[in-house]
């Protein structure tokens, strides 16, 4: 195992340069004169040039890449042309919110999910199996900023039960901090429960008449026992799978969700960059973003091979 996570952690560093570039030619992506658009309408060309020089983009591409480079391997993304604040302090100032956003949208969507998958095999062709599979149906095709409305309309202007907007840090109240989340984390993760619930019921149906399975039945073991000890683990890969590539979706739905209930994370944060052609902060946050995702799939490769040796076995 620990070879095999070697091997995975020595793919990143190719994977982590071009990602790099990627993100760095985002700069060179932008229309127009970044510097003169700094400058002003009114800048003079010695004032344009001034800028350019502050902003090293009088050097190659080469350079400004190295350099550029050089200041993300020590943690620094450089300064926000709007706020002339670092872009580190930036970021790490709204990360919680968004991390917290996800993990609720992860929680919701792993619990929910197992557990209506499982519901729903063990009751397969009947109409309990038939009602959520129609669920899980309407909440892959439902816009996550669509049913965002919808829940503050419903759980929030009508019934009062959750606030619809705002944010509260975990240090001010477990509670409090999770009233805030529960509508925009169901909002966000509802595509989540619905795919996790469909992966989990076929993974669920492909191993519970299995003769391994039927034999644990019929020495009198309990079907929790069951569950829990042999369907548990083979359904487990699937999960992983979805959870894999369904948090790269939940990354990017924190842009909107975040927008809708007025919680000031990464997403709000990446909106108000773009508007403000502000590129080291756009640059930071996608480079940041793009990484957090390319782990998030390490993670779960380095799951599959705890849980299935034939794995490892193939990168020995």
Same mark, same amino acid.
């Given at each position: 195992m620990l070879w095999y996570t070697c091997k995975r952690l020595l793919m990143l560093v190719p994977v982590a340069i071009l990602v790099s570039i990627a993100t760095f030619a985002l700069l060179l992506a932008v229309p127009g004169d970044p510097a003169a658009e700094i400058a002003g309408p009114n800048a003079t060309e010695a004032q344009i040039a001034l800028v350019r020089e502050r902003l090293g983009l009088d050097q190659s591409i080469l350079q400004q890449y190295l350099s550029w480079l050089g200041g993300v391997v020590q943690g620094d993304f450089g300064t926000s042309l709007s706020s002339v604040r670092p872009v580190t302090e930036m970021v790490v100032e709204r990360l919680?919110?968004?991390?917290?956003?996800?993990?609720? +949208?992860?929680?919701?969507?792993?619990?929910f999910g197992v557990l209506l998958g499982? !519901?729903?095999?063990?009751?397969?062709?009947?109409?309990?199996?038939?009602?959520?599979?129609?669920f899980a149906s309407l909440g892959i095709a439902t816009p996550n900023y669509w049913l965002g409305l919808l829940l503050i309309l419903a759980f929030s202007l009508t019934l009062g039960w959750f606030p619809s907007a705002q944010y509260v840090p975990i240090e001010e109240g477990v509670m409090e901090w999770g009233r805030h989340l529960v509508l925009p984390g169901l909002a966000l993760g509802a595509a989540f429960v619905a795919e996790t619930t469909r992966q989990v019921r076929s993974a669920v149906l492909e191993v519970k008449d299995l003769p391994y399975i039927t034999t644990a039945k019929a020495q009198g073991m309990l079907p929790r026992a069951v569950i829990?000890?042999? !369907?548990?683990?083979?359904? +487990?890969?699937?999960?992983?799978?979805? !959870?894999?590539?369904?948090?790269?979706? !939940?990354?990017?739905?924190?842009?909107?969700?975040?927008q809708i209930f007025g919680l000031p994370g990464i997403g709000t944060?990446?909106?108000?960059?773009?508007?403000?052609?502000?590129?080291?902060?756009?640059?930071?946050?996608?480079?940041? +973003?793009?990484?957090? +995702?390319?782990?998030?799939?390490?993670?779960?490769?380095?799951?599959?091979?705890?849980?299935?040796?034939?794995?490892?076995?193939?990168?020995?």
């Open positions: 919680p919110v968004t991390l917290s956003l996800a993990f609720v +949208a992860l929680l919701l969507g792993t619990v499982t !519901i729903a095999a063990f009751h397969k062709g009947r109409l309990l199996d038939r009602f959520l599979t129609i829990g000890k042999y !369907i548990a683990k083979n359904a +487990a890969v699937p999960v992983l799978t979805v !959870i894999g590539l369904q948090f790269t979706r !939940i990354l990017s739905g924190t842009v909107l969700i975040e944060l990446m909106i108000s960059a773009v508007l403000g052609r502000d590129m080291p902060v756009v640059q930071g946050v996608m480079f940041g +973003a793009v990484m957090v +995702a390319v782990l998030m799939n390490l993670l779960v490769d380095l799951s599959y091979a705890a849980l299935n040796p034939k794995v490892r076995t193939q990168w020995s």
